[in-house]
């Protein structure tokens, strides 16, 4: 019996590899790889000597290796020149014709200015959505009882004796249907949606640029 189970196992068809996202294709909203050549003649100790106060910061702790720096910080603060990174990694790598310097930062504020504007779309079409649900529950409700024509009606309002001697001119009558108040609106939803998907692209491609520019001058640095 054993030796029939077992060939039967066998038998089974091996399980299909499960496909997987690769997460390269979107992880670019929120990391930032690029590199650097290190100037004609640095060493790698010189190299990191100098990017390492860029690291010195308040709740950062960093760690130095043969040729590499990694980060991490807690809370960055204004002054910090990679504030908006939360991880990153600088490594050092040489190669035949120079040293080059490869770095990858990792950044939740990039993340949370590329979900935000969808979040807020989304509230801005579930708000049009229960209006316009609404809506249609409230007529359904005046056809019903048979009041919408006298709800329709716009209600005549009088003065109070003493504005009648006084001589105030008489009120003007509401315009059809503004009893009912304003219609939601998802104006104000897209308006931060917009907000956030320009800080967002501003930040993406200004940070990067930013970075790479403050790194360049550190090891350029005499």
């Known amino acids: 019996m054993s030796g029939i189970a077992a060939q039967s196992i066998w038998q089974q068809p091996a399980p299909q590899p499960v496909a997987r996202v690769n997460l390269r294709y979107v992880d670019w909203i ?18 990191l000597n100098r990017l390492e106060p860029m690291l010195d910061q308040m709740d950062t702790t960093h760690q130095r290796g043969e040729s590499t720096l990694t980060f991490h910080r807690k809370a960055p603060t204004p002054q910090d ?23 990858h930062l990792v950044s939740k504020a990039l993340l949370f200015c590329f979900l935000l504007p969808l979040l ?26 048979g009041d919408k024509k006298k709800k329709d009606e716009p209600k005549v309002l009088e003065l ?33 949606a917009g907000i956030f998907a320009f800080l967002f692209i501003v930040g993406r491609f200004l940070e990067p640029w930013l ?10 640095a005499e």
């Open 30 to 47: 929120w990391h930032v790889r690029d590199s650097v050549p290190l100037p004609e003649g640095q060493t790698t100790a010189e190299a």
């Open 160 to 192: 109070n004796p003493i504005d009648k001697m006084l001589g105030a001119p008489a009120p003007e009558k509401p315009k059809k249907g503004e009893e009912r108040g304003r219609k939601p609106s998802a104006t104000a939803a897209y308006v931060f």
């Open 120 to 145: 807020f779309v989304g509230f801005g079409q579930l708000t049009i959505y229960v209006g316009a649900y609404q809506k249609a529950a409230a007529e359904a409700k005046e056809k019903a009882a």
């Open 211 to 220: 970075v790479r520019k403050r790194i360049g001058a550190a090891l350029a």
């Open 81 to 103: 020149p990679l504030s908006v990174f939360e991880d990153g990694v600088l490594q050092i790598e040489e190669t035949a014709q120079c040293k080059t310097l490869r770095y």
